[in-house]
Structures are given as structure tokens and as C-alpha cells.
């Protein structure tokens, strides 16, 4: 079996207009293959890391460009593992970090950007305004002064450093810079609407009613200048100004029919004022323009509750419900919905289902059932809203330094077409780090690589197969049967993608798969013996034992005098418990050739089978002076050793097993188990919870996993462990109609 190429990086790369990075790409590329052919893979990685650095670094930019923050920052943090030390790297990784909401992340690379060049205005100013979302205004103020001495004519700096001062409640040296502003940039209406949100959302609500008032003066027009205006109206006098406000955003609707902020505050203001059709006529308009938002269908399904309509009422909440994006968005609402869905299902008689939802309901956060009425009271009802704290959406400044305009049509389809074309070079230079690996025998290695290859892009031509080979090579065999699958359905004659994922089959023990596929390859490939006995056994397990026979027949015939055919001739006796035989083939193995490997693993696993622990110990032995790197008799030499009262050693052979693969569940739960017996509690839930999570459907795991929390003190995850292990023992038994087997 062999690891496929591909021509495509070259490829690639002839076709494109080059650019300063996209030669760069073409040098790297180069170089990699001259490397390659001189037999210098280290140098070749280094050459196709190079790549990934820069490609990384422009796919991130391009995803924050494109507002897909998670993506930029997935992107950008592997950028910065390739290239820790680069400053602008650091930046973008933090911008990333700031617009995806998570504000605390973008401190660290930004404070180490600037340890490489505290000149950098960028860093700098990013700093300031994480500082801002932090809340820490005294330290955003300091950072952004420093970023304005750098760059006297950044406006967006200019600004951000006003909303800190305004945070600070220090008016006067804010609006000294907004006047500035306005002088320097010209007296415009955009502007004006700007320094009115910063002034409404830090408190400061006449004024901002002022700025209002005069982008209106400006132009009348001008896009949610009245919606701005209408809510600073509710946000200083309440109730009082509720018709003020109701006329500002229709003004806004006149102006612009689609501007769905004005659309759905009209219809929350018409709910709150006990107007049920009206409201329910905006919010249905609101869910028109944005009909992937779930919060017009939550309030639809409450004015539909009003008019006593439960079955609009129950389509709504039920769309509020499937369009919710997370269950904390709207603080919870999600939870609302359910207890309001929950109160129109038994009103319309459906009283079963309704009880389900008030469960659901009380599952998800027992948090604030009446959240969304009290935000409309609080902007009907409150005097002013910029000392209230209950709902800090209502009075931040963070939109404002955190909102990025979107890029029109035609830039927004450039981009996605350069995301489309970094994405393959990050692809195709993992896949070919991974050919690398695998030429130096580090299967492991290439697995993870053409792993990262098919999560950047999973139609990369040849990648299944490469993927799957490696995992097999890896003896990683559950990973393997998904991308041999894939391989097999795009090429269902492929004889090798058939012998791989059938040995696949049959070493995670899905027998009829495993004998499906070794039936057709012997049929093509009948001198192929090392597949008889995978196939005998297979046909064995799924109880077929004349095909079974038959299939040893034909390796007697086919293998010769040869150790191997020695060999496999043991493990199938082995496995159908003809002890005596198969110790004679493997005795046979050994006289032909004494260093055959696997002749004393086998043997040990047949003295271990019969309670031989010291037989069994000197087998696995001789195979590890013949074989150090083989795990299976590494991990069989740990068992025994411990069994035999040799602990100490035992649990050095497990770890050094699960160094070389921690994927090993069985070498986990073994090592949990004898570091639970001596009295390692912490290094015992650390082995066994990893061991549960490797081997979910094992019921004696999970029975260690339950005595380890309980001898812990944690008594409700001991039992909860310890009830699943009773639940798979039993369904284990119910399946086969025979009594559970406790693994050794």
C-alpha cells in the first residue's frame, strides 16, 4: 500500500495571478520539491510550514473581512503557531479574538506584539479597545492615548478614547475630541449619529438627544438616524415619550421600509402597550426581513397569546425555539419560549405536550421566565435607563467600537473566492507535509496532517485514501473505516481501498464487513495468504465455521514452509481454542526463523489465556528484544507484570504504552485500575475518565470508573458510573442471551 501524490500545489500555483504572497507560495513550493528529490524531508517540512504560515495568516484576515469570526480565529491561531513571534500575526489574532466576543484571549498576543514593537499603533489601539470591553477604562484610555500620539489622524482611535473618557464621566475632554472630530472630518450627519450613540449608551442622554436632532437637521433621511432618536426618547423619559417615539420609527420606516431595528421596536412598544394586532402586524414584517431571527417569532407567538390565538401562537414559539442560536441567547429566552409554548399547548387542549415543554423548560435555565416583559417595561417605564444596570444591552458602548460595515457584493464574492483558494493551499500543504511523514514511517504524524488537509477541504483528490492509510498504518484502525469508506464509494473497484478497509473491519471487529471485502480481494488476489486468516477468523465470528474451514484449506495450500504462513496458521488455531496446535505452528515459526516477529507474542497471548503469567512475561519479553516499539506486547508485558505483583513496573510499561499511543483505551483503563489499587486517586480518574471516553460501550470501565469516583468521595458520579455499567452489561446480555464476560 502506498501514499498517493498529487501534482495539485504546482498546479495551483501556475494558474493564479501572482502576487508578492502568492510567489511566495510558488518559491516555498519549489524549494520543498527540490528538498524532496535530494532526499532532505526535514527541509522540505520547513518549506511547506512556511507556506502554511502565510496562508493561514490570509485566510484569517480574509475571515474577519467577511465577519466569520470563529473561522478567522481558528485561521489566525494556527497562523500563530507557525509564526508566534510576528507582531502583525499577533494583531490580527487579536482582532479576531475582540469582534468573536472573546476579549480576555485578545490580551495576550497583543501585550507580546508589543513586547516585539512597542511602536505599533495597531496593537496599541486593539489593546485600548479590549481594555474598553473589559472594562477596564482607565487602562483602555492609556493604551489609546498612546495609539493617537503614533497616529494623530486616526479618527477611529479619536473616538474610542472619547467613550473611554465618557466611561470615566469626564464629558469635557470628550466632547473637546468630537468637536475636533467634526472640524476635522466636516460636519456630517454619519458623524453626528456616532457621537450621539456614544453619548446615549455611556448615559449622557440630553446630549445625545441633541446629536440626534442634528444629523436629522442635516439630513432627514439619513439611515436609523429616527430609530436612534426614538429610543434615546424611551431611554430618558419612559412612557412618557412612547408616541414620540412610535412616530420616530415610523418615520424611519417611511424613509426605509426594510430597516428592521425600527420594524421590530414597533412591534415590542405595541405589545407592551397591550395592541395586539398591530404588533402583531410589525413583527411579522420584521420576521419577513429577517426571517432566520427567532426574537419577531417570540414576541408574534406572545401578541398571538393575547388575542387568544394559541395555534399561531404555538407555530411561533415553535419557530422562536428551532431558529434560537445558542441557549443563552437573548439571556435565556429560549426558555421562555418553551414555558410560553408549554402555556398555548394546554390552553388548546394539547395538555400532554404542554407538560413536556414546562419540563423542557424547567431542563434548560431556571432563569428568568419574565426577562423579555420586563425589557419592555424597563424602556416604557424607566425615567432613565442610564443608571439602570438590569440590561446592559440597552445602555453599552460596545456596538459602537465593535461593529464593522459589511463589504458590498462585489468585494464580498473577491473575498470569498480568495478564502476559496487559501483554503486549498492550506490543504494541499498539509497533505503533503503528511506524504513526508510518511516516508520518514511517522504514520501517526501523517494521519494528523492529512487530517488538518481534509478539515480545510474535504474534496482534496486523494485525500480519504492517504488519510486512511496512515490511521491504519498508525494501528488507529476505528479512524481509518471513515475516510476508506469515503474512498471506496468514489472508487467501489479499488482492490487496495477493499483490503485496507476490510483488515479495518476486522480489527474493530465488524465482522461481516470485514469478511464481505476479504472475500472479493482473495478472489482477485488469491496468493495474497496474510488475508486467509483475518478472513477465516471473520467467517468464524459471524458463526459461518465450514466457510471458515474452507478458507484454512486453501492457506494450507497456499502458504508453503514459510514462518509467516507458521504464523498465521497459529493465530487461527489460537482463536478457535486449539491450544496445542497452535503452540506447534508457533514453535514451527520460530524453528524456521528465530527471530520472527509476533511468533512469541502470540505464544504469550496463548500462556496468558491458560494462566502461564511467567511464560507469558518471557514471550512478550522476547518479542520487545526483537521488536522495542511493538505496543501490543508492550501493553501485555504491563498487564502480566502487574497480575505477577511486579505493580511498579506494570505501570511504567502502560505509560510508556500510552505515550506511543494515547489512543490506547484498554492500556488506559489498566493503568486507572492499578493506580486506583494503589491508592492514586487523582491518577486514577485522569486514566479512567479518558479510558471511558476512548471506550464508551465498555461496562467494566465504567464499573471502574464508578468504585474510582465513590472512593473519591463523589458519590452521585460513582453511582450515575456505576448504573451505565449495569445498563451495557445488560444489554450486552439481551443481545447475546449469554452471561457477561468481566474483561481482564
Known sequence: ????????????????????????????????????????????????????????????????????????????????????????????????????????????????????????????????????????????????????????????????????????????????????????????????????????????????????????????????????????????????????????????????????????????????????????????????????????????????????????????????????????????????????????????????????????????????????EAKIDTFVNVADLSEQKEFPELSTAQGVIAEQ???????????????????????????????????????????SQFAQAAKWDPQHEGLDYNLGLAYYKSESYREAVTPLENELRAHPSNLAVKQLLGLSYFMTEVYPKASTLLTEVIAAKPDETALYYPLSLSLAREGKMEASKGVIERMVLKGGDSPQFHILLGRVYYEQNEIARALEELRAALTLDRRTLLAHFYTGLIYLKSGKLDEAAREFEAELSLNSGDVQAMYHLGYVSIARGETERGIKLLREVIGLKPEFGDARFELGKALLQQGDLKGALESLELAAKLEPDQAHVHYQLGRAYLAAGRQAEGESQLEISKQLKDKARNQTGQPNQTNH
Open 405 to 447: 460595515d459589511a463589504p458590498d457584493a462585489r468585494a464580498a464574492g473577491a473575498l470569498k473566492t480568495d478564502a476559496l483558494y487559501y483554503t486549498k493551499v492550506i490543504a494541499t500543504a498539509h497533505s503533503d507535509i503528511g506524504l513526508l511523514r510518511a516516508g520518514r514511517q511517522d504514520f501517526r504524524g501523517a494521519a
Open 1 to 372: 500500500m502506498y501514499f498517493r501524490s498529487t501534482l495539485l500545489p504546482l498546479l495551483l500555483l501556475l494558474f493564479i495571478p501572482f502576487q508578492s504572497t502568492d510567489d511566495a507560495f510558488r518559491q516555498h513550493y519549489l524549494k520543498a520539491e527540490a528538498y524532496t528529490r535530494a532526499g532532505n524531508l526535514a527541509a522540505a517540512e520547513s518549506e511547506y510550514n512556511a507556506i502554511l504560515a502565510l496562508a493561514y495568516h490570509k485566510l484569517g484576515r480574509i475571515e474577519t473581512a467577511q465577519a466569520e469570526y470563529q473561522k478567522a480565529v481558528a485561521a489566525l491561531e494556527s497562523a500563530a503557531a507557525y509564526r508566534p513571534d510576528e507582531p502583525a500575526v499577533l494583531v490580527d489574532l487579536a482582532v479576531a479574538y475582540f469582534h468573536a466576543g472573546q476579549y480576555e484571549k485578545a490580551v495576550a498576543p497583543l501585550n507580546k506584539a508589543l513586547a516585539r514593537d512597542p511602536t505599533s499603533e495597531a496593537a496599541h489601539q486593539m489593546l485600548g479597545k479590549t481594555y474598553f470591553m473589559t472594562g477596564e477604562f482607565e487602562r483602555a484610555g492609556q493604551e489609546l492615548e498612546e495609539a493617537l500620539k503614533l497616529n494623530p489622524k486616526d479618527y477611529d482611535v479619536e473616538y474610542t478614547l472619547g467613550l473611554t473618557y465618557l466611561k470615566r464621566h469626564q464629558f469635557a475632554p470628550a466632547r473637546q475630541l468630537y468637536e475636533r472630530m467634526s472640524v476635522q472630518l466636516g460636519n456630517r450627519p454619519q458623524l453626528r449619529v456616532l457621537i450621539g450613540r456614544a453619548y446615549r449608551e455611556t448615559g449622557f442622554l440630553p446630549e445625545a438627544l441633541e446629536e440626534f436632532q442634528k444629523a436629522i437637521a442635516l439630513d432627514p433621511k439619513f439611515p436609523r438616524v429616527h430609530y436612534h432618536l426614538a429610543i434615546t426618547y424611551l431611554l430618558k423619559d419612559g412612557a412618557t415619550r412612547l408616541n414620540d417615539a412610535m412616530a420616530e420609527l415610523k418615520t424611519e420606516m417611511a424613509a426605509h421600509p426594510d430597516e428592521y431595528f425600527a420594524i421590530y421596536y414597533l412591534g415590542m412598544l405595541y405589545i407592551s402597550d397591550g395592541k395586539w394586532e398591530q404588533a402583531i402586524a410589525y413583527l411579522q414584517k420584521a420576521a419577513e426581513v429577517q426571517p432566520n431571527n427567532p426574537d419577531p417569532y417570540f414576541f408574534l407567538g406572545q401578541a398571538y397569546q393575547g388575542l387568544e390565538k394559541y395555534g399561531p401562537a404555538i407555530e411561533a414559539f415553535r419557530k422562536a425555539i428551532a431558529l434560537n442560536p445558542t441557549l443563552s441567547h437573548n439571556n435565556y429566552q429560549v426558555t421562555n419560549a418553551h414555558y410560553r409554548l408549554a402555556q398555548s399547548l394546554m390552553k388548546s387542549g394539547h395538555s400532554e405536550e404542554g407538560q413536556q415543554e414546562l419540563q423542557l423548560s424547567a431542563e434548560l435555565k431556571n432563569k428568568a421566565f419574565k426577562r423579555e
